[in-house]
T-cell receptor, first 114, second 112 residues
Framework: AQSVTQLGSHVSVSEGALVLLRCNYS??????LFWYVQYPNQGLQLLLK??????LVKGINGFEAEFKKSETSFHLTKPSAHMSDAAEYFC????????????FGGGTRLMVKP | DAGVIQSPRHEVTEMGQEVTLRCKPI?????LFWYRQTMMRGLELLIY????????DSGMPEDRFSAKMPNASFSTLKIQPSEPRDSAVYFC??????????FGQGTRLTVV
């Protein structure tokens, strides 16, 4: 069975500050890992994905995440927060099998203060 | 491609009525998922299909919920009878083998 834990349901940063959203996973097989972003009243959009290639993955809007197998982590970072980054962020894991079933974490709501 | 298309975007219905939510996945995608999102429970997987066949429906809350995928380009999620606690945003997502999931815009269901 696979699972995802996102530490911190709410994170608040100042504009221009570092963004760090934490994600830990468990999986019995080498995982595929994803970060999705959800803006108000919209569906989920893919930010970035890890599928066993480079461990540092770059995504859209300046976000990146690093896969650390020893820590079973896939934390999302952005060097400088922008007001438009305010949204909810979901980490997800898939084992690439079983029809690509995604298991999502509980989500982290990012707030950006001016 | 237009992406995953869900209809309706908003649905308000009275308790006890039947509700049908619709989803058109992206052409060529072989897996389809129905999720429910609420403040209290977050994103919950209800059911998923692989090549039009239901693989896991363990997330369907009770027998009032049913889902079908009669062909590769259409799926429905039906609630009969609906209850106020079914109020949520329902998302459909489709996946091509070993790639990421693409989500629709969701259907916001309100049962009064």
């Amino acid at each position: 069975a696979q699972s995802v834990t996102q530490l911190g349901s709410h994170v608040s940063v100042s504009e221009g500050a570092l963004v760090l959203l934490r994600c830990n996973y468990s999986s019995s097989v080498p995982p595929y890992l994803f970060w999705y972003v959800q803006y108000p009243n919209q569906g989920l959009q893919l930010l970035l994905k890890y599928t066993s290639a480079a461990t540092l993955v770059k995504g859209i809007n300046g976000f990146e995440a690093e896969f650390k197998k020893s820590e079973t982590s896939f934390h999302l970072t952005k060097p400088s927060a922008h007001m438009s980054d305010a949204a909810e962020y979901f980490c997800a894991v898939s084992d690439g099998n079983a029809g690509n079933m995604l298991t999502f974490g509980g989500g982290t709501r990012l707030m950006v203060k001016p | 491609d237009a992406g995953v298309i869900q209809s309706p975007r908003h649905e308000v219905t009275e308790m006890g009525q039947e509700v049908t939510l619709r989803c058109k996945p992206i052409s060529g995608h072989n897996s389809l998922f129905w999720y429910r999102q609420t403040m209290m429970r977050g994103l919950e997987l209800l059911i998923y299909f692989n090549n039009n066949v239901p693989i896991d429906d363990s997330g369907m809350p009770e027998d009032r919920f049913s889902a079908k995928m009669p062909n590769a380009s259409f799926s429905t999620l039906k609630i009969q009878p609906s209850e106020p606690r079914d109020s949520a945003v329902y998302f459909c997502a489709s996946v091509r083998a070993n790639t990421e999931a693409f989500f629709g815009q969701g259907t916001r269901l309100t049962v009064v």
